[in-house]
């Protein structure tokens, strides 16, 4: 059956990124639906079971150096192969040992020795650890570089003036440079978050049916002190630097709720960041990159919709709630293990890291294209700026000598003949006109300009992005471990600090 005409999830067949990375960094090359394929994890199994009789001969047990050599030959699943397991599985209703038999098809000298003293779980539960950390390896980098092209993006407008909103409406100014860092502040969270789950991800390792390590006690005729090798050495065989010190017949579901939590709250962050993104696009401010042919409706031909900011919305408020189904997952497990956690597994963790590499794939698209309107940011500031300069006006009335009372009568009564100009008949804010023409506000006419200047209206902001971004500040320290990942880049504050490319934009499929 053609794939056209089947079900085909559109986080591999629609979004999923075709990600290329830097030749030195091997895991950057591998999509992340090749990391959760099926040949994927076969291939790992297999894997598994290699490294277990390679480690289980360098203990003494009698395996022999053709058994090696035929599973390493036979190490990566074919599709004949894959055919046959599934045969096998159909018949013995069993995926693990389905693939048991079918590679001691093709390595029949170690068919009798393949999964020896093993449970389901160590090849079940050791990939799926497998897959987690090199997922998020592969997450980790992506986020940086978003990060990186806000930062620029940030450093380029740090001191363009612009409305704040609060509650909806305009408030006092910021920069647009500022608005961009609460954004990569956020995002900084979040590299933590997977930095730290990362970090504190181990393998289940050797351990048995119930997490006694009784069978390969046996194996080694009582050994503790083999089976503590044992465990040992495909441990490091695997590339993990430890084990859990202690496990059930499955590695703890605690995990998969924590890196879930990890990852819906970086499907939160996309969300809030992208909402910003819509809303100014809506306002005209700011919109996300719109390409020469790309067609906003299908109806109204003028049309710019913010189709990837949508996008974002979209697949992180499903990459926030796919954590629910590992924490319930995780409530649910009785004892040492039930078999209930295995479906939904299958399901929500390659959806999971799938989401969240089809969302990175699309902020950085749009930061690296984001357009900024000064024009009509400025118009909006004209719009408003006269009612928040009325304070401004009062303190200097005061400091030439007027009553404090009366300059805030007078700009109360002109402020809503303003006002009832903008909100009763459509039009521009007049208040300065009304000031200009009162005799009362003589006095600091002249001055009106320099009180007016919007520049003077953002405090601080210009040089807490500065110092935000700066060498030695929390946006390069932070992007510090992913220096290494490209080989130029003028940085955000153009400087030569060197590593992530920003030049690239991530292209989408659609």
């Known amino acids: 059956m053609a794939a056209m005409d089947s079900y085909q999830t559109p986080l591999s067949s629609r979004y999923a990124s075709k990600w290329t990375g830097a030749p030195s960094v091997a895991y950057m090359r591998a999509e992340m639906s090749s990391l959760f394929s099926a040949r994927r994890r076969f291939s790992t199994w297999r894997q598994l079971w290699i490294w277990l009789a390679e480690a289980q001969a360098e203990l003494g047990l009698a395996i022999s150096a053709t058994a090696l050599e035929q599973m390493r030959a036979h190490a990566t699943i074919t599709a004949a192969e894959m055919a046959q397991a599934e045969a096998e599985e159909k018949k013995r209703r069993h995926d693990v040992m389905a693939h048991v038999h079918t590679f001691g098809q093709v390595a029949p000298a170690a068919a009798g020795i393949i999964h020896w003293g093993a449970t389901s779980c160590y090849c079940t539960d050791n990939g799926d650890l497998i897959f987690l950390r090199d997922g998020l390896a592969l997450l980790a980098p992506k986020l940086a570089r978003v990060v990186h092209k806000l930062a620029r993006f940030a450093a380029a407008h740090a001191g363009r003036p612009c409305l704040a909103y609060t509650h909806g409406q305009p408030a006092q100014l910021t920069t647009v440079g500022k608005r961009a860092c609460l954004w990569i502040q956020d995002l900084l969270m979040d590299l933590r978050a997977l930095r730290r789950v990362g970090g504190d991800l181990r393998f289940r390792g050797v351990q048995g049916t119930t997490g006694t390590q009784a069978s390969f006690l046996a194996i080694f005729d009582g050994d503790a002190a083999k089976v503590e090798a044992l465990d040992r050495l495909v441990t490091r065989k695997a590339g993990f630097a430890a084990a859990y010190p202690v496990s059930s017949q499955t590695y703890s579901r605690k995990v998969d709720v924590e890196i879930g939590n990890a990852l819906a709250s970086f499907g939160a962050s996309c969300q809030r960041i992208a909402g910003d993104w819509r809303h100014l696009a809506m306002l005209k401010e700011m919109e996300e990159p719109f390409e020469p042919d790309q067609i906003g409706s299908s109806a109204m031909a003028y049309k710019r919709n913010p189709m990837r900011s949508e996008r974002i919305c979209s697949l992180g408020r499903h990459l926030a709630n796919l954590s629910k189904d590992a924490a319930d997952t995780y ?27 089809i969302l990175l794939s699309t902020m950085d698209n749009v930061a ?76 600091i006419v002249p001055e009106l300009d320099r009180l007016l200047d919007p520049a003077t209206f953002v405090g601080r902001a210009p040089q807490q992005v500065e110092a935000f971004l700066a060498p030695g500040g929390e946006v390069m320290t932070a992007l510090a471990p992913y220096q290494h990942l490209h080989h130029h880049d003028d940085g955000p504050n153009g400087g030569a600090e060197g590593g992530l490319e920003l030049d690239e934009t991530t292209e989408l499929n659609v």
């Open 331 to 357: 409530a649910a497990q009785w004892f040492e293990r039930t078999l209930d956690d295995s479906a939904i597994r299958r399901i929500a963790l390659p959806e999971m890291f799938l989401t969240a590499d």
């Open 368 to 443: 690296s294209g984001l357009v900024v309107y000064p024009a009509v940011i400025q118009r909006r500031i004209t719009q408003e700026l006269p009612f928040m300069a009325t304070e401004n006006i009062i303190m200097r009335l005061v400091q030439l000598g007027h009553s404090r009372q009366d300059a805030h009568e007078h700009i109360r009564v002109l402020s809503q003949q303003a006002a009832a100009v903008v909100k009763l008949h459509g039009g521009d804010n007049d208040l300065l006109d009304r000031i200009r023409r009162d005799a009362f506000f003589a006095p």
